[in-house]
């Protein structure tokens, strides 16, 4: 995958896919996302040029608080692009899928057995591998678990992914919200 530099010549909207979020477009954009253990999807239907992204957070429904958004668990977020793409008629067999993210943000010098029970990121990419196989949906590039964050931009129209690895301190440093 290209690096994110050189994303910025293609001259396309960019929409920023924020935790909890789903995004699918018909036109030719560009969805960004930042990802520390949250895990992201994107989905792109090479014959209608169509493409989907989700920024997952948790792994599955059964973790929720409340009437959160769907797009929060991986396994609702999968459930819920493959259907957009089915309400346009497009077939979920033709899609092809990308899986990011899911990096152990919580390194420290607690025991093994600690650090395994706490890799939110690992348990978000294995129920979002889950949810897909679930679906019959085959993955054609990963790039999930490690310790380093990532930075992504998808071309919906094409299925083009750049990314960027960031460093720990990059991933806490960056802004959380858009102001203005």
Do not use: Y
């Amino acid at each position: 995958m290209p690096a994110c530099a050189s994303f910025n010549t293609l001259g396309l909207p960019i929409a920023h896919v924020s935790i909890g979020d789903c995004a699918f477009a018909t036109r030719p954009m560009l969805l960004a996302t930042v990802l520390g253990s949250c895990v992201c999807a994107t989905f792109h239907h090479p014959a209608c040029g169509a493409g989907g992204m989700f920024h997952a957070m948790l792994p599955d429904i059964s973790l929720a608080r409340s009437h959160s958004k769907p797009c929060t668990f991986a396994d609702q977020a999968v459930a819920s692009l493959v259907k957009r793409f089915r309400a346009r008629g497009m077939d979920p067999a033709d899609l092809v899928v990308k899986l990011f993210g899911g990096a152990n943000t919580m390194i420290s010098a607690q025991p093994a057995a600690l650090r395994e029970l706490l890799d939110v990121g690992k348990k978000n990419v294995d129920s979002a591998r889950a949810a897909l196989a679930a679906l019959g949906l085959r993955l054609v590039a990963e790039d999930t678990l490690g310790t380093r964050g990532r930075k992504l931009f998808f071309a919906t129209a094409t299925g083009q992914v750049w990314l960027t690895r960031l460093t720990p301190s990059e991933l806490r440093t960056l802004p959380t919200e858009e102001l203005g």
